[in-house]
Structures are given as C-alpha cells and as structure tokens.
C-alpha cells in the first residue's frame, strides 16, 4: 500500500453534536498514513476541548483554534496552508465517511501524473430518514479537465475530493468571495484532469445547522456572476478557448442589471447547454435544459 502523507483537513465551528463520530470515521481509514489537521474556528458549544481531549489519544490529530471567527473559506485556506501531506482531502465536521474513502481516492489518483484532483459520491442523509439514494443516479459524475461546466454552479463538493498537494501553491490563499471547493475545482482543471469514482465513500449528514449551507447568502444569481467569474477567469494556465467561453458568458450577466431577463442570455444558455446545464441526467433533456435556461436567465433567480 502506498506510504505518501494524506493530510485531512477539517475545519469546525460549533459542531460538538456530530465532530466525534466524524473523527472516528477519519481515523479508522485503512490508508494507513494520515495526519487530521483540525481547525476550530472559536466554537463556543465546546467542540474544541472535545477534540482535545480526543487529539490527546491520537498523535495523527493536529489541533489549532482561531482567536475570533474568519468564516469557514479563510479557516479552510488557513488550515490547508499547515497541511504537510502529499495529497489533501477535505472533511466536513459532520459527515461518516467509509473507511476505504482515502484508500480508493488515492488508488484513482496516481493512476495517471496528470490527475490533480479525484472525487467519489456523497450520499445525503438525515437522522431518523432513509439515505437519498435515488437521486444519485441522475448525476454526472464529473471527469475531464475542462472549466466550462462549472462557470454556473460548482459541482463537486469539498467533502467529497482529494488532490495532490501541489495544487495549493497555486489556489491559496483562497479568494473571499469564491466558495472554496469551487476555487480548487477550477485550478485542478486548468492544471490537469479531475477523475469521479461512482462509489459512495462519504455520508453527508444533512441537518439545519450545516455549516456551509447556513453560512451562504441569498443574492441574486447575477450578481454572484459578477463576483465569482472574474475570479475564475483570472486563474493561470486556462485553456485559452475556455476562457474566451467564460469571457462572454461574463458579458452577458454583466449587462444584467439592466433587464429582467435577457433573451441573448437565454439562447446563448440553451446553445451551449450540454456544457453549461448537463451536470445531471434528464429524462427529456431539452425540456430541462429550457427550464433551466430561463432560470439562469431571470434576473429575479437567487443563488
């Protein structure tokens, strides 16, 4: 088995109720050569002594707190930045993963030099409810090393990835106004490929107080547009056609504010659909891909 530092990176802020049985599920794994990097960030339901006293049992835990609260994008980025390993994998405080998640990660990963980054499925679930398995085979799972198709919404999350360390040099720090793994999803595109491994190796615990999902505000979808894409586009080494692409989708959304919905807009969404839309399986695709089209379009849709 291979022997290369695996560095888990979680961050928490107030997630004593689950943190236990997630760190458990970490240190379980069967890839044998792993340090957790725990960042808290200045929990006040007494998560961090928790994990100190379980640090305490386990060399491979390597605890820190933040003074005040930084919001979960700059406690990932400062967290990631004390990673030491040759890959990274991100952990969500709450989540049960399989014990073979890193084991196969890696496997998939060192396939090919060219793979910066791999991702398995993560199946939802609530406490007392039955797993949302039906769902998951509607998804495209995502390979390939093309940015395009995650212009509109990011599509493979933190919880579920890990990538070769050398990634980092590059995406840190992470920028403040781009979710963190859509920022490594679109530098692991623009460096190389992204492989999927359609095996359930996370169980993402799906409750009120989700720490990502509660911390994103509603704004309008224009807008997050206008702040997100630039962003993206900045980043070194782009394909250039790809980001010709991206380029006028930006001017579209650019000129939003003006309209309630534009039309240009919609027939350039509805055009490049496949790339744009074709994150999940459809039954009748084009009347799908309509829909979403005109959402994508509004002006009133929120992100």
């Given at each position: 088995m291979n022997d290369a530092l695996v560095s888990v990176v979680m961050?928490?802020?107030?997630?004593?109720?689950?943190?236990?049985?997630?760190?458990?599920?970490?240190?379980?794994?069967?890839?044998?050569a792993l340090e957790v990097i725990i960042g808290d960030d200045a929990s006040t339901d007494g998560t961090f002594e928790l994990l100190t006293r379980l640090a305490e049992k386990d060399p491979r835990v390597k605890l820190y707190r933040n003074e005040k609260n930084l919001g979960y994008n700059t406690n990932f980025s400062i967290?990631?930045?004390?990673?030491?390993?040759?890959?990274?994998?991100?952990?969500?405080?709450?989540?049960?993963?399989?014990?073979?998640?890193?084991?196969?990660?890696?496997?998939?990963?060192?396939?090919?030099?060219?793979?910066m980054m791999v991702h398995g499925i993560s199946a939802r679930f609530e406490e007392m409810g039955k797993p949302h398995l039906r769902s998951l085979k509607m998804v495209n799972y995502y390979s390939g090393s093309d940015v395009r198709p995650f212009y509109l919404l990011n599509i493979i999350s933190g919880h579920s990835m890990l990538f070769r360390s050398s990634l980092l040099k590059k995406a840190l720090p992470f920028p403040p106004d781009v979710y963190y793994d859509w920022w490594l999803v679109a530098n692991a595109v623009a460096e190389g490929r992204i492989e999927a491994l359609e095996e359930i190796l996370v169980w993402h615990r799906m409750h009120g107080a989700n720490a990502t999902g509660a911390a994103k505000p509603k704004?309008?979808?224009?807008?997050?547009?206008?702040?997100?894409?630039?962003?993206?586009?900045?980043?070194?080494?782009?394909?250039?056609?790809?980001?010709?692409?991206?380029?006028?989708?930006?001017?579209?959304?650019?000129?939003?504010?003006?309209?309630?919905?534009?039309?240009?807009?919609?027939?350039?969404l509805l055009r490049h659909a496949r790339i744009l839309l074709a994150h999940k399986k459809r039954t009748f695709p084009w009347i799908s891909y309509t829909k979403h089209a005109y959402k994508y379009a509004s002006r009133d849709t929120n992100a």
């Open positions: 961050c928490t802020y107030n997630g004593a109720l689950y943190v236990e049985e997630q760190l458990v599920s970490i240190l379980k794994q069967t890839y044998p967290a990631c930045s004390k990673a030491s390993g040759a890959y990274i994998a991100i952990s969500d405080q709450d989540d049960i993963w399989e014990e073979r998640k890193v084991e196969a990660l890696v496997t998939l990963l060192e396939k090919s030099p060219g793979t704004i309008p979808f224009y807008r997050q547009m206008q702040v997100i894409m630039p962003a993206l586009l900045g980043i070194q080494g782009m394909d250039p056609a790809q980001k010709a692409f991206g380029e006028k989708l930006l001017n579209f959304y650019k000129e939003f504010p003006e309209k309630r919905f534009s039309f240009p807009l919609f027939l350039f």
